[in-house]
């Protein structure tokens, strides 16, 4: 293709139907994987699944086919980018399989924005073709700030820290800590853009230096050369320190041990979540599609005016996701020392009845997939995230309510309250439902009521009165 910018190589598979054979496919792909620095895009019939769920009806298949499979996916640098249609591309009328896939590498993410696949109906064989869309426009967001978790390595953050939070503001309590909040965030901005920005290109100099005094000590063994040397590695491990935790961060892999250094696989997963976080497109209520960004973002407003958003569970883990206002806890637990003060006056000025600033109480919604295949705004569930401010006041009421709760919450209802569990009140319906048809004094009747999210449906005006 004379017209793209760089080369575009593509390859067919069609892989043997047994273990043993498809082992020589998967080495071959390794070899050439070596070699390739340009997009590729990898597509056919690997006659080999991922995982069990890729697999419908028939005999369990073979863990170590599975894994010699997602082995060379891995080592090859080769991403699946996911699908729209049916999930199985292949079926013998009783047993489904997906066998059939587009694969690429980053270098294909990176030179295409936008990469679609969808797998169409079968009509005259047992395999569905595979339609792919590809576009190097894509519709781009305002960026939001965001903790950066590898700030804190540097050997100036802390004393930037200082600086910045401690400068002298006009007001206390909820309304100096948003102030100082929202300066910092600026001033990390700047900061990052210009000292931390240079990171990357200091780790491609530091591995130079710690080779050439590595050499130099091989070729003179003196004191001098030797201290050179580890000075060279103790800065590069250092560095390397420092780009493992940020990629980590933006990953967002959590099953990797700490100091388990692989950044390729960080850089796939960074992909992968861009990909699969991106609505490129979403069934109506009246089965058609919507494709356009703009007309996207308004039909989930129309959306999310008629629907009931679900509540998410607060998590205080350091990898956990940030609010609005872009600082995660692992920003309070490396700067405890110098933000203590504002946070716990801030606190205690809520308790004293100041009003929370909207900055504070705003949430961000993030739309969770429900299945791998998510096409309409019901495959979706809504979750809020809060700041960090927000969640340890909610954190103090809510261990303040739970004293309370088992004297407010009457014995009939056993959940919400510590001790008592829901299933209790299932094995009682169990019982009485197993007895109903007994013989009693008058008549027995049942009754099933809808109490499907109930909490939703209850007015403020009633909750006030209530409690």
Known sequence: MPWLEVPLLA??????????????LWDCLRSLAININTPWIVRGNFNA??????????????????EDFANALLDCGLMDGGYGGNQFTWTNNRMFQQLDR???????????????????NREGSDHCPLLITCSKNQYRFPSCFRFLHAWVLHHGFKSFMEHNWTSPI???GLQAFWVKQRGLKQALKRWNKEVFEEIFHNLKVAERRAVNCEIIFQQEQLMENRAAMNKAYTQLNHLLSVEELFWKQKSGIKWLMEGERNTKIFHMQVKKKQIKSHIFKIENLDGSWIEEPDAVKSSFMCSAINGRAEKSSIQYCKDSVVGPDGF????????????????????????????LPREITSTTIVLLPKNNNASKWSDFRPISLCNVLNKIITKILANHLAKMLPSMITDNQSGFVGGRLISDNILLAQ????KIDQKSRGGNIALKLDMMKAYDRLEWDFLYRML
């Open 431 to 434: 019982e009485l439902m197993g």
């Open 11 to 24: 390859s067919f598979i069609y892989a043997k139907c047994t273990k043993l054979e498809r082992l020589v």
């Open 170 to 172: 006009v007001g206390s």
């Open 328 to 355: 995660s806890s692992y920003f309070y637990q490396q700067c405890w020392d110098i933000v203590a003060n504002d946070l716990l006056d801030a606190v205690v000025d809520f308790f004293h009845g100041a009003d």
């Open 102 to 120: 587009i694969i690429y590498n980053h270098h294909w993410a990176d030179f295409f924005a936008y990469t679609h696949i969808h797998h169409l």
């Open 49 to 66: 699944i991922i995982h069990n769920g890729e697999k419908l009806n028939g005999a369990v298949p073979y863990a170590s086919s599975m």
